[in-house]
């Protein structure tokens, strides 16, 4: 495609060959990987571009929309052709697309590492930090098995703990929750928020009885309140002094955030459901948030991740990108990349990975204390066995039936 070549002379005959997605469930949350190869021979890119819930419509829009685009052209050229993948499908931000760009970028800083010879963090002028902290998710059927599970994190050397409770019905975020548990309701599995904007501060304050004040603690409330609603549990949490109350409305009521954040006494964490560079760009210069927590495989890639990072770094805003099982090992490498050349960065999501994705992901990130420290291999250090990945299939449907679930008791549909 003629067409798509840039309009300057490439300084060697350095060109992409060829672009495609790789689809792979070790742990059976779908991943999204694209791999960009050159025509130097072992010369490759990984990227991650996982949109678990509709990953098979990133892998077609990465093989056969952005794949043409970018054979041929000189993999140097990252800002040019981030700007082409997302100014070529017309209309653009989804994320869909936003995620095969993502994966496309980050393979092509993955090249550039290789070809220098440098991990990324070097090529965006090194590090301010020498790790990234990073806080994992305790979560237990009872206050008592969530607290227990926190005190094993801690015990691990994490200094920051996410906490979710499950409760009646089936309909509880991040924690188990008990079949049936409004049985005299239409919908006897569902989630009450009343009864959650209850007994929510009732799990901080034992935890701040049982894990003392040495320890940093958070959580989700998953998009599920009303802006009002948020203000209330925000200032119910406050004596408990939380590092961050993450995601408290819905996207589509993003424009109501800098009133809940002016209100509330914790800080407001928000970001991950945006796919958007300049959205979430808004969300900092409109002081709707106090960290940013976009999922950087989303957004844009480690490109748009950079922008983001400086936005921040000038509105005295903080940065915790998104870095649950969703996101690849090579999406976390490009996240602690992020997290160690920013001097806006707060805190890191963790994953444990699993053995078996660790041995299709050679290179695989892992936490030390509770700190994620940079590799110095040259790119990522992060590698992709595709003989492993094969052998580990991604269901179709995982998430959505899940979501078909999530209800209020009187059978009304909530966030997921």
């Given at each position: 495609m003629r067409e798509t070549q840039a309009p300057w002379p490439a300084r060697d005959?350095?060109?992409?060959?060829?672009v495609r997605a790789i689809v792979t469930a070790p742990e059976g949350i779908p991943l999204v990987v694209v791999r960009v190869d050159t025509s130097e021979p072992g010369l490759y890119g990984l990227?991650?571009?996982?949109?678990?819930?509709?990953?098979?419509?990133?892998a077609a829009a990465v093989d056969r929309h952005v794949a043409p685009l970018l054979v041929g052209r000189h993999p140097a050229d990252i800002e040019d052709i981030n700007r082409l993948v997302h100014l070529s499908s017309y209309w653009r931000n989804g994320p869909v697309l936003?995620?095969?760009?993502?994966?496309?970028?980050?393979a092509l800083w993955d090249i550039a590492g290789k070809r220098a010879g440098m991990p990324v963090y070097e090529l965006l002028g090194g590090r301010v930090r020498a790790a990234a902290d990073t806080y994992l998710h305790a979560s237990g059927a009872t206050?008592?098995?969530t607290i227990e599970h926190a005190a094993a994190l801690v015990e691990q050397g994490y200094r920051h703990v996410r906490l979710q409770t499950g409760g009646p019905g089936l309909g509880t975020y991040g924690a188990p929750g008990i079949a049936g548990g409004y049985p005299r309701a239409p919908y006897p599995d569902g989630w009450d928020v009343n009864r959650y904007l209850a007994t929510t501060p009732a799990l901080f304050a034992e935890a701040r009885r049982v894990l003392g004040d040495g320890v940093e603690l958070l959580h989700d409330v998953h998009s599920r309140l009303t802006p009002?609603?948020?203000?209330?549990?925000?200032r119910a949490l406050e004596p408990y002094r939380l590092y961050?109350?993450?995601d408290v409305v819905a996207p589509e009521h993003y424009d109501r955030l800098p009133e809940v954040t002016a209100a509330s006494p914790v800080p407001i964490a928000v970001g991950e459901q945006l796919s958007s560079l300049t959205d979430a760009a808004r969300l900092v210069q409109s002081h709707a948030v106090d960290l940013l927590r976009v999922h950087v495989s989303t957004v844009g890639g480690l490109s748009a991740g950079r922008k983001l990072a400086a936005v921040c770094e000038l509105n005295g805003v903080l940065t915790a990108w998104h870095g649950p099982g969703d996101v690849s090992p090579v999406g976390m490498a490009a996240n602690i990349a992020l997290d160690v050349t920013s001097a806006a960065f707060g805190i890191q999501e963790g994953h444990v990975y699993s053995d078996e994705t660790r041995e299709v992901f050679p290179g695989t990130p892992v936490a030390r204390d509770g700190y994620l420290h940079p590799s110095p291999d040259p790119g990522w250090g992060v590698d992709l066995?595709?003989?492993?990945?094969?052998?580990y299939p991604p269901v179709t449907g995982l998430h959505e039936r899940w979501a078909a679930?999530?209800?209020r008791p009187d059978g009304g549909l909530e966030s997921p």
């Open positions: 005959t350095l060109s992409i060959t060829g990227g991650c571009a996982t949109f678990t819930q509709r990953f098979h419509a990133v936003n995620n095969a760009l993502s994966g496309v970028d980050q206050v008592t098995e009002k609603q948020a203000v209330v549990l925000a961050f109350l993450e066995d595709e003989r492993l990945a094969a052998r679930t999530v209800r």
